[in-house]
T-cell receptor, first 115, second 114 residues
Framework: DSGVTQTPKHLITATGQRVTLRCSPRSGDLSVYWYQQSLDQGLQFLIQYYNGEERAKGNILERFSAQQFPDLHSELNLSSLELGDSALYFC??????????????FGPGTRLTVL | QQQVKQSPQSLIVQKGGISIINCAYENTAFDYFPWYQQFPGKGPALLIAIRPDVSEKKEGRFTISFNKSAKQFSLHIMDSQPGDSATYFCAASRASGSARQLTFGSGTQLTVLP
């Protein structure tokens, strides 16, 4: 158990709909990262928040948005859903590790299926 | 543009054998190279990581070898066990303030036969 929690575990919805994925980071971690994992694109970074502020953006579509709240939990909002948005969405939180890099701990993911 | 290339895509090893997975990167600004292990239905779990000022790092049966001049790094799993069967991802990140997003390789599905 990484200490990162994500809800819901599974989400099935229809094209055109909007969903919200939720992530609670490990206690004390200020950074939250969102990643998308799909068969054709692999694991791709979407967006990072640090202590409530957006810090980095990756391959995130304009239909997607995120935010981090004062209690440090984060939400990823996906709107106007398309079939191609079906994927696993992971949240990770980070702490500076012994290797000098920032160790990221991943949650169990939310599997989104768009029908 | 794929910045971290991983090979092989799949690997089958006998129990007790050595599993070797290779990665190559393009961006010389990368300064942190972790490996993640992912079991079906689970999130990636950090296995071991290295910085470019070190050529090798060992933790138990897992070793990272790093070649800065070649911009390559590899994961060696010694005495591979059936329980090691999983998908392995190499990754890289660079320091940019507090932005340290990971760029992942495409993954290697390892199967260790009993």
């Amino acid at each position: 158990d990484s200490g990162v929690t994500q809800t819901p575990k599974h989400l099935i919805t229809a094209t055109g709909q909007r969903v919200t994925l939720r992530c609670s980071p490990r206690s004390g971690d200020l950074s939250v990262y969102w990643y998308q994992q799909s068969l054709d694109q692999g694991l791709q970074f979407l967006i990072q928040y640090y202590n409530g502020e957006e810090r980095a953006k990756g391959n995130i579509l304009e239909r997607f948005s995120a935010q981090q709240f004062p209690d440090l939990h984060s939400e990823l909002n996906l709107s106007s859903l398309e079939l191609g948005d079906s994927a696993l969405y992971f949240c990770a939180s980070s702490v500076r590790g012994t290797s000098g890099g920032t160790e990221q701990f991943f949650g169990p993911g939310t599997r989104l299926t768009v029908l | 543009q794929q910045q971290v290339k991983q090979s092989p895509q799949s690997l089958i090893v006998q129990k007790g054998g050595i599993s070797i997975i290779n990665c190559a990167y393009e961006n010389t600004a990368f300064d942190y190279f972790p490996w993640y292990q992912q079991f079906p239905g689970k999130g990636p779990a950090l296995l071991i990581a290295i910085r470019p000022d070190v050529s090798e790092k060992k933790e138990g049966r897992f070793t990272i070898s790093f070649n800065k001049s070649a911009k390559q790094f590899s994961l060696h799993i010694m005495d591979s066990q059936p329980g090691d069967s999983a998908t392995y991802f190499c990754a890289a990140s660079r320091a940019s303030g507090s932005a340290r997003q990971l760029t992942f390789g495409s993954g290697t599905q390892l199967t260790v036969l009993p």
